[in-house]
């Protein structure tokens, strides 16, 4: 006997019915649009004191030292555009569902 086609198959769900089950729980945080936005502003801002430590430490550091904070610097800004550019298309996809 062959199986029905579609006897309502699993769907994801949605509402607070996310959090009675246990991985759909783990995403929650995950794919939240505000968490996106809250994590894009913590990176600017850690972004912002590194490039002021490293501009603060021009003068009393030697040439090595200074040379790897502007290439952390640099890397704090990159990761701060892919979490913006992440944020983005989170609140993207939250205004289209």
């Known amino acids: 006997m062959a199986p029905a086609a579609t006897s309502g198959g699993s769907s994801l769900p949605s509402g607070f019915s996310v ?57 704090s800004y990159v990761a701060t555009l892919l979490y913006v550019v992440h944020a983005v298309f989170s609140l993207i996809r939250w205004k289209a569902s």
């Not at 945080?29 to 894009?40: H, R």
């Open 19 to 75: 959090f009675i089950t246990f991985p759909d729980l783990l995403f929650v945080f995950e794919f939240d649009a505000a968490y996106q936005c809250t994590a894009a502003l913590f990176y600017l801002s850690a972004s912002v004191l590194e490039a002021l430590a490293t501009i603060s430490m021009r003068d009393g550091f030697t040439y090595k030292h200074y040379h790897e904070n502007i290439a952390a610097v640099v890397f």
